[in-house]
């Protein structure tokens, strides 16, 4: 993204600019690289790991201040110290960890959440986390921030207009059934008022022509993948160690 702005961090994120009140949930799955991990710690409230995530919780760039889950990848090794973070556990098999800490935080009043090690590893986890966008819509704004790009939602009858630099690549897809009038301006492959459904077609891999970059939405709800176009490096789609 254009704004990958160290001071002001994910607060000033062009595609999740920060609103409200704003938690950042580090999930079990592929970490990210730290320097990114702060990037989004940067303005936000909160900081949340689910389970086992980000255990020894000393390397990270900030101490979370909740861990919650059912605890099974912490087993044996829970050690909720005074200078340590709160230790919440939630022994529910019918929801994820990551749908625990999104209950948790909707009820504490939370608006806005980043979901970092979200996506990779298992196909099915990354595709229950990211429809968690959707069971979420009507009490918390979610931004999946992955590896390479960061995803939001689009509610119905909706439109943004987002400060990203020309060749940016995007891409938009239906997230939960057909999604009727999709406008898009400012892109190589622009849409006027086009209806896009599962099979139909393509809409992956666009690039930003000129700021602006104006999507609107009329029924039904629009997923956005925004490349980064700057942060860390990698190879082969790994983080480079230090």
């Not at 973070?85 to 990551?98: A, E, G, I, N, Y």
């Not at 959440?113 to 979200?118: C, Q």
């Not at 986890?125 to 009490?139: G, I, K, M, P, S």
């Not at 009038?181 to 190589?188: D, S």
Request: aromatic letters at 8%.
């Amino acid at each position: 993204m254009n704004s990958y702005e160290p001071e002001t961090g994910g607060a000033s994120c062009p595609i999740f600019c920060k609103k409200g009140l704003r938690a950042v949930v580090l999930c079990d799955g592929p970490p990210p690289p730290l320097e990114l991990l702060a990037y989004w710690l940067t303005g936000a409230e909160l900081f949340v790991c689910t389970d086992g995530a980000g255990h020894p919780y000393q390397n990270l760039p900030r101490t979370p201040d909740v861990v919650i889950g059912d605890f099974d990848s912490l087993s044996g090794r829970v050690l909720d110290g005074r200078d340590g973070p709160r230790f919440l556990q939630v022994v529910d098999q019918h929801t994820t960890d990551s749908e625990k800490a999104l209950l948790y935080l909707a009820d504490e009043g939370y608006e806005e959440v980043v979901l970092l090690g979200a996506t990779g590893w298992r196909l099915d986890h990354t595709l229950f986390n990211v429809h968690l966008l959707e069971r979420f819509a009507d009490r918390l704004s979610i931004c999946i921030a992955g590896h390479h790009a960061d995803t939001v939602r689009l509610a119905p009858d909706s439109q943004v207009s987002w400060d990203l630099q020309p060749g940016c690549k995007f891409s938009v897809m239906p997230l939960a059934g057909t999604v009727t009038n999709v406008t898009i301006e400012g892109a190589e492959f622009p849409l006027l008022g086009e209806t896009l459904a599962a099979g139909g077609m393509a809409t992956i891999g666009n690039h930003v022509t000129m700021s602006p970059l104006l999507i609107s939405v009329g029924k039904g709800t629009l997923l956005v993948s925004v490349d980064r176009e700057e942060g860390p490096e990698y190879i082969e789609g790994i983080p480079e160690s230090d």
